[in-house]
């Protein structure tokens, strides 16, 4: 028997993706990024980080807005 390729535009595979469950996008990161693990370690420990320097501040990490962190980060780039 013959193998059938089957030809599905890009943009239908992108569409059936973002349809998966969140433990079924995880998977196919997985399978297409096969150092998600490593990458998923560096961002808890950058959450874990970020959340450390803020309570020093008595600042709320989750409590600040997207224009808020950012310039929370700008000013902790420059403390250095």
Do not use: F
């Not at 998923?40 to 807005?65: H, K, M, T």
């Amino acid at each position: 028997m013959g193998v059938v390729t089957l030809q599905v535009p890009e943009s239908q595979v992108i569409e059936w993706i973002r349809q998966l469950s969140p433990s079924g996008k995880q998977a196919v990161l997985k399978a297409l990024i096969p150092q998600l693990d490593k990458l998923e370690s560096v961002l808890d420990y950058g959450s874990q980080r970020i959340r450390a320097l803020c309570a020093e501040r008595d600042v709320e990490w989750d409590s600040l807005n997207e224009d808020e962190r950012e310039r929370l980060i700008d000013e902790l780039l420059h403390e250095a």
